[in-house]
């Protein structure tokens, strides 16, 4: 008995040990943010352990989430959806029932997940892409664009683009009675570098008249030349998105070759004739100063940079929106921007912020400080956060007000 109650004792400690981790003091339901951060953490050791014994590769084996959250198009009393094809590339589409006659908004959608993961159809993507639809009578346009690590950059790139062209052709937006003047394109995470690239690379195509009302950024990716930023310094354990898993993203969106990541976790893969691209990111000045607190600013060095070289997608704005002077970012539409506290991605959005104001384009921020990454994609199931109703009811509110 004794021996067994001493069992049980040690398995629980070791559970619990497991299972916890620090959450900061702001962030609200930490034992569900820990009990999922510790799943998520597991799903990453068998990941590793699948790809170290060569039976998968990493990226495979956590796409088993997606999979298993992968929903059908359901339409409900509200909203007709669809799964169909923009320009050959796989969209589900959200069109709102009410109001038949009257024109309706458009938004065009990019999910995230490092642009290794993630799909349309995930639970998390779909209802929000619905709620969406509903409450803005907007015609939603979920997009799928490829993966890595079977495609890489500017694969991901090219179909978001394919997908935002082929609906802003007049004729189309007539075909689903959507009013040219209120349309915008819109993600989370890598979804958001998504958005932010289409939006500046639209600017310049003459072929493409329609002209967007905003880009809305959640917590957006926006570059990968500097990945010691404070953000990524104050965050790099944390929940959701540590920075090993952003490294890996972001290195994954180039290449399956791993001395890219371990370059870029050392923060060493910007060759030497490139480090003019670093005044782009240099948070020195463009971070408020309550962001810098304790930091103090060093520039990235080209120690591993012969692998970085092979690369050019990593200075390229298509990958990286932030790596663009004044002039390109003029032009761009009202921009609804989400960063959160807790997040290794905080420090991109904020720079973002600076420049675009400098410009002179219209930002509204939103800094949640009380959440982690990805909190908007934790609205229904087991895990849902307060936090991220909140923000979902902001964004769906500020959009009502101004699409
Ligand atoms: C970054 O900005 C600081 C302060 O303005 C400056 O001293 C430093 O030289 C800059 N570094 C780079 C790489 O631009």
């Not at 084996?61 to 409900?76: F, N």
């Not at 960063?339 to 959005?349: E, K, N, S, Y």
């Amino acid at each position: 008995m004794g021996i067994k109650f001493l069992g049980f004792l040690i398995a629980s400690v070791l559970v619990a040990y497991y299972i916890y981790s620090p959450i900061p003091e702001n962030v609200e339901e930490k034992w569900t943010l820990m009990l999922f951060s510790a799943l998520f953490r597991s799903l990453g050791h068998v990941a590793t352990v699948a790809e170290k014994l060569g039976f998968a590769h990493y990226m495979d084996v956590m796409m088993k989430i997606t999979i298993l959250e992968d929903t059908p198009p359901l339409s409900d009393e509200k909203v007709i959806v669809t799964d169909t094809e923009f320009n050959h590339v796989p969209v589900r589409l959200y069109i709102p029932k009410g109001q038949t006659d009257s024109l309706k908004r458009g938004i065009i959608y990019f999910h995230g997940g490092g642009w290794c993961l993630g799909g349309k159809g995930m639970r998390s993507y779909d209802f929000l892409s619905r709620w969406t639809s509903e409450k803005l009578n907007a015609v939603v346009v979920s997009t799928d664009y490829r993966l890595a690590p079977k495609y890489h950059f500017p694969a991901q790139f090219e179909d978001s683009y394919a997908v935002a062209k082929y609906f802003l052709q007049s004729s189309v937006l007539d075909q689903y009675n959507v009013d040219s003047s209120r349309v915008c394109v819109a993600g989370d995470s890598a979804g958001g570098n998504l958005a932010a690239a289409v939006a500046q690379q639209l600017l310049h195509d003459p072929e493409v008249k329609v002209k967007l009302k905003i880009q809305v950024l959640l917590y957006p990716a926006l570059q990968p030349i500097d990945l010691d930023l404070p953000s990524y310094r104050d965050n790099e354990n944390m929940p959701v998105l540590p920075k090993s898993l952003m490294v890996r993203f972001w290195s994954e969106y180039f290449t399956k070759d791993t001395s890219l990541k371990e370059a870029m976790e050392l923060n060493q893969h910007v060759p030497e004739e490139s480090s003019g691209f670093f005044k782009f990111v240099n948070w020195s000045n463009w971070l408020p100063e309550r962001f810098k607190k304790g930091h103090i600013y060093t520039s990235p060095s080209p120690g591993r940079s012969s692998i970085g070289q092979k690369y050019p997608g990593l200075l390229d704005p298509r990958a990286a929106p932030l790596l663009v002077d004044e002039t390109k970012l003029r032009g761009l539409p009202l921009t609804y921007m989400v960063t959160c506290q807790h997040d290794v991605l905080r420090d991109d959005g904020i720079m973002y912020v600076s420049r675009l104001r400098e410009a002179g384009i219209p930002v509204v921020h939103e800094h949640v400080e009380d959440a982690v990454h990805g909190a908007l994609t934790f609205l229904t199931g087991p895990f849902s956060f307060s936090v991220g109703q909140r923000m979902a009811n902001n964004y769906i509110k500020w959009l009502n007000e101004n699409l």
